[in-house]
């Protein structure tokens, strides 16, 4: 004798579980949910970071090639007083090396501080339409 239902007969349904295991499972799904949300959130915090840092290395050298442009300025400006005319041409032509490098590591910076982002804004907004979903599911 066979334990499966005749064909065509009424099938089982698992319609007849109790509350408490259906409250149980949405609260698994949710704190799934909840956790992959954490982990999408801490994985885009970390790629944020990663931008700030190229942004801040990137005005750092921007910094220290307007110090050397500077100084490169005040060396020039101390030869030309001293009428040493290819000594001063030379310490102007380095100054304007210097200062292009400043200049361009400086918009690159700018550049890369714009990509920068705020990354828990959509995080945020995921949760409270996870959230809202699981509440208006069995509404």
């Known amino acids: 004798m066979s334990t499966e239902p005749a064909p065509g007969?009424?099938?089982?349904q698992d319609d007849e579980r109790s509350i408490g295991a259906i409250v149980g499972d949405i609260a698994d799904d949710l704190s799934t949910m909840v956790r992959s949300e954490l982990e999408l959130a801490k994985a885009e915090?970390?790629?944020e970071v990663?931008?700030?840092g190229k942004a801040g290395g990137a005005f750092g050298g921007a910094a220290v090639s307007g110090?050397?442009?500077?100084?490169?300025?005040?060396l020039f400006v101390m030869y030309l007083l001293d009428d040493a005319m290819e000594t001063a041409w030379a310490a102007l032509i380095v100054f304007g090396v210097w200062t292009l490098?400043?200049?361009a590591l400086a918009l690159f910076g700018?550049?890369?501080a714009r990509d920068i982002r705020n990354p828990i804004d959509?995080?945020?907004r995921n949760l409270k339409e996870d959230v809202s979903w699981a509440t208006n599911r069995n509404s």
């Open 9 to 12: 007969a009424a099938q089982p």
């Open 45 to 47: 915090v970390t790629q």
């Open 50 to 52: 990663a931008k700030a």
């Open 67 to 74: 110090w050397f442009a500077l100084l490169f300025l005040s």
């Open 101 to 103: 490098a400043a200049v």
């Open 110 to 112: 700018r550049a890369k």
């Open 122 to 124: 959509p995080t945020r």
